[in-house]
């Protein structure tokens, strides 16, 4: 049985997190070894570069510098975690990968989108996510949740990004969906938690009984 990688994407504050831990404990009965990860992150070389990303003031990085931090721990998550764990056949459920470089740093952040395929072909190279579910959700509705969320404020550097950068996020997000339509899945977060648990469900359903 090959290994399956799923990968959760979208705004601030569309729900990613939640939905992965629910539809981690629905897993939690399956035999198939679960890996529940996150970028910027997964190891600790690359959570220390997460503190670099998602705190301080929001203009302490160029969106090219950015980029290149998140692609130091993404190798990192790579090798340590993430492909280690598809070798042993695993399911991996990763909140942000490859995606959110492109869109926060290419889309929203004017870095060069030609930059970033550099990196990414260097640095992810053939281990693609199976499956990518996208959140969407307007985001002022997004941020309003972000902010309201207890002990954000240390990891809120991008939260502080302003309403234009976040308009562009979720545009991008959107284009990613549409350009790949056989990987990516589009799920309303607006809609009630129930109802997006269920989506995620039958999709990540859907993606076991394929691989």
């Not at 070798?87 to 869109?103: I, P």
């Not at 309403?163 to 549409?178: K, P, T």
Request: hydrophobic share 40%; proline share 4%; glycine share 8%.
């Amino acid at each position: 049985m090959p290994g399956l990688f799923i990968t959760f994407e979208g705004g601030e504050g569309t729900g990613k997190s939640t939905h992965i831990r629910r539809l981690a404990e629905r897993l939690k009965t399956r035999t198939r070894e679960l890996l529940v990860t996150r970028e910027p992150g997964g190891t600790p070389e690359a959570e220390a570069v997460r503190a670099l990303l998602v705190s301080g003031e929001a203009s302490r990085w160029s969106a090219t510098a950015e980029a290149l931090l998140n692609y130091a721990a993404r190798e990192s998550h790579l090798a340590l975690a993430i492909r280690p764990a598809l070798e042993r056949s695993a399911l991996v459920l990763c909140d942000r990968f490859m995606d959110s470089t492109r869109v926060y740093q290419g889309y929203a952040g004017a870095c060069p989108i030609a930059f970033i395929d550099v990196l990414e072909e260097t640095i992810v190279g053939a281990t693609r996510p199976d499956l990518t579910i996208i959140f969407d959700l307007d985001p002022k509705a997004g941020l309003a949740r972000a902010h309201a969320r207890t002990g954000a404020a240390a990891e809120d550097r991008y939260e502080r990004k302003g309403a234009e950068f976040h308009q562009r996020v979720r545009e991008g997000f959107l284009a990613i969906a549409h350009a790949d339509p056989k990987r990516c899945r589009v799920i309303d977060a607006g809609a009630e938690v129930e109802t997006v648990s269920a989506q995620v469900w039958a999709l990540a359903s859907e993606a076991l009984g394929n691989g």
